[in-house]
C-alpha cells in the first residue's frame, strides 16, 4: 500500500493543489494578460517538489533496491533520480516561460497544464502498476497536447498539437491493449506479478506474451522517439511554443524512458528473450537516423528535435548491454539526467531567441554572439555538452555508455560495435552544432547587442553551472546513477 508520507503523495499534494488553485485564482483577480504571479507560485511548488525529493534521497528514507512493490506506486532511487530530472525540467521551462508568456493570455492555464503534467512524469517514474502507469501517463500526456497547440492563433502550434495527438492516443491505445495481455495472461496489473507470470507462461500463450511486450515497446517508443516511432517528433517541436518544446524534448521523452525500463527491459528478461541484439539494433538505427536527418536541417528548432531522437538511441546503448555490462544501466540514467539539462538549455535559449528577435532559421542567427551573448554561450554549451566534448558532463554519461558497450565486447561480439556508431555519430552532431556556432560567431559581424530576457539568462546560468560542474566533478552523480541502476536486475527469476 501506499504510506501518505511517500514522496510521489507529497509531490501529489503540492503540485495538485496549485495547479488545481491557479485557473481559480485567476477568474477571481479577473486577470488574463499578467504572468508573473502566476509563473512565481508555480516556480515555488516545483522547487517545493524538488526539494522534498532531494531531501528524502539524502536522508536515506527512499528504498534504493525497491524496484517493484505490491501496491501502485513505489519510493525508490530509481524513481527519484528522474523525478529529479524532470522537475528540473519543469523549473527551466515554468522559468523560461516568464518573458514568453509576458503577453500572452491565460497564463494561470498554461502554468497550471505544466505542473499537471509534472506530476504525470513524476507519478510514470514511480509506478509499479500497469494501470497506475497508464492513469499516469495520460495524466503526463493529455495538458501537453494543450501545451503544444497553447498558441491557437498560430496555424503552426495547431498543426503541431494535432499531430501530436493523433500520435499520441494511438500510443495510448496501443499501451492499454498490452496492458489488457498482460492481465488476461496473468490475472494481475501489477508490475511485478506480471514479469513473475511471464517467468512462468504457458509455452501455448508465449505469443500473447510476446505481443505484449511488443504493444509496450511501441507504446512507450513513441515518447522515447525511438526510430521508427519518431515520425511526429519533428514537426510537432517546429511548431509548439518553444519553451513547451523543451518540456517535451527534455521532460516527458525521459519519462517514456522511465515506464520502459520498468516494463519493457524486466519483461523481456522475464521471457528470457534475448532482447539484446534488437535494442542494439534499434539503438544504432536511432542515432544515425536522428543525425543524419539534423545535418540536413536550416531550423534550429528541427535541427534540434533530431538531435533529440539520436540522444534516444545513445541511452539504448546502456539498456542494451546492461545484462553484460555493470555500468550499461548507471551509463543509461547519467546520460538521462545529463541530457534532461542539456536539450532543456538549448530548447530555453531558442526560446530566448523566438521572444527577442522571433527567429529560427539558421540564417538568421548570425551574429547572434553579439547580440544575445550570454543566451548564446548557454546554447553553444549545452550544444558543446551534447556532443560530448570535455570537460563538460555530456563526455562522462557517453563516456560510461561507449565504455560499457566495450566492457560488454567479452561477451557478445556485437558490443563493440555499438560504442563505434556512438563516437561516430557522436562525431557527425558536431558537424551540424558548429554549423550553429559558426553563424553565431563568424557571421554577421555588424550585429550589435539587443536586451536578453532575465529569466532566459537565469536559466542559462544554472545550466552553464550545472554542465560545466558535473563534468569537473561528476563523482556524486555518477554514485546516484549507481545506487539506482542496481535495483533494475531485482524482483525477477526468469
Known amino acids: 500500500m501506499i504510506e501518505i508520507t511517500s514522496t510521489p503523495m507529497i509531490i501529489i499534494a503540492i503540485l495538485g493543489t496549485i495547479g488545481v488553485i491557479l485557473p481559480v485564482i485567476s477568474i477571481a483577480r479577473k486577470e488574463k494578460g499578467s504572468n508573473s504571479f502566476y509563473a512565481v507560485i508555480a516556480f515555488g511548488a516545483l522547487i517545493a517538489s524538488i526539494g522534498y525529493v532531494i531531501y528524502q534521497l539524502v536522508s536515506e528514507k527512499t528504498l534504493s533496491a525497491a524496484m517493484f512493490s505490491s501496491g501502485v506506486l513505489v519510493d525508490d532511487t530509481f524513481g527519484g533520480l528522474f523525478a529529479i530530472a524532470m522537475l528540473i525540467v519543469a523549473i527551466m521551462t515554468t522559468v523560461g516561460s516568464f518573458n514568453y508568456m509576458r503577453k500572452q493570455s491565460h497564463s494561470a492555464v498554461y502554468y497550471s497544464l505544466i505542473l499537471l503534467s509534472a506530476i504525470g512524469m513524476v507519478l510514470v517514474a514511480y509506478s509499479t502498476d500497469l494501470v497506475m502507469l497508464f492513469v499516469a501517463w495520460e495524466l503526463m500526456s493529455i495538458p501537453t497536447y494543450i501545451l503544444a497547440g497553447f498558441m491557437k492563433k498560430n496555424p503552426s ?99 517514456g524512458f522511465a515506464a520502459a525500463i520498468r516494463v519493457i527491459v524486466m519483461g ?49 546503448i546502456g539498456l542494451a548491454v546492461a545484462p553484460f555490462s555493470q555500468i550499461g544501466l548507471s551509463g543509461s540514467l547519467f546520460h538521462i539526467l545529463n541530457h534532461s539539462v542539456m536539450k532543456g538549455a538549448a530548447f530555453i535559449a531558442v526560446a530566448g531567441i523566438v521572444t527577442t528577435l522571433a527567429v529560427t532559421h539558421l540564417d538568421k542567427i548570425k551574429g547572434l554572439g553579439r547580440r544575445m551573448p550570454i543566451t548564446s554561450l548557454g546554447l553553444v554549451i549545452s550544444l558543446f555538452a551534447l556532443a560530448g566534448v570535455p570537460p563538460l558532463n555530456g563526455f562522462w554519461s557517453k563516456l560510461m555508455l561507449f565504455g560499457s558497450a566495450l566492457d560488454a565486447g567479452t561477451v557478445v561480439w556485437w558490443a563493440p560495435w555499438l560504442a563505434i556508431a556512438g563516437v561516430l555519430n557522436s ?48 563523482d556524486p552523480i555518477i554514485n546516484f546513477a549507481e545506487s539506482a541502476a542496481p535495483s533494475l536486475s531485482l524482483g525477477i527469476t526468469p
Open 427 to 474: 562525431a557527425l552532431s558536431l558537424a551540424y552544432y558548429g554549423w550553429i556556432m559558426r553563424k553565431m560567431y563568424f557571421e554577421g559581424e555588424t550585429q550589435k547587442r539587443v536586451k536578453e530576457p532575465k529569466s532566459i539568462i537565469a536559466v542559462m546560468i544554472f545550466s552553464i553551472i550545472f554542465m560545466v560542474g558535473i563534468g569537473v566533478y561528476p
Open 157 to 255: 502550434s495547431n498543426e503541431a498539437a494535432l499531430k501530436y495527438f493523433l500520435f499520441g492516443a494511438l500510443s495510448s491505445a496501443i499501451i492499454v491493449y498490452g496492458i489488457s495481455l498482460a492481465y488476461g495472461i496473468t490475472g494481475s496489473t501489477n508490475i511485478s506479478e506480471v514479469m513473475q507470470g511471464f517467468a512462468t507462461v504457458d509455452p501455448e500463450l508465449l505469443p500473447l506474451a510476446l505481443l505484449a511486450i511488443g504493444m509496450f515497446i511501441a507504446g512507450f517508443g513513441f515518447k522515447m522517439g525511438l526510430v521508427p516511432f519518431h515520425m511526429w517528433l519533428p514537426d510537432t517541436y517546429e511548431g509548439a511554443p518553444p519553451t513547451i518544446t523543451a518540456l517535451l524534448a527534455a521532460g516527458t521523452k525521459k519519462a
Open 268 to 316: 523481456t528478461v522475464a521471457l528470457n528473450l534475448d532482447w539484446t541484439l534488437a535494442l542494439g539494433i534499434i539503438a544504432v538505427m536511432t542515432m544515425t537516423i536522428g543525425n543524419i536527418a539534423a545535418v540536413m536541417q536550416k531550423n534550429l528548432t528541427r535541427m534540434l528535435a533530431y538531435s533529440s531522437i539520436a540522444h534516444a538511441g545513445y541511452i539504448l
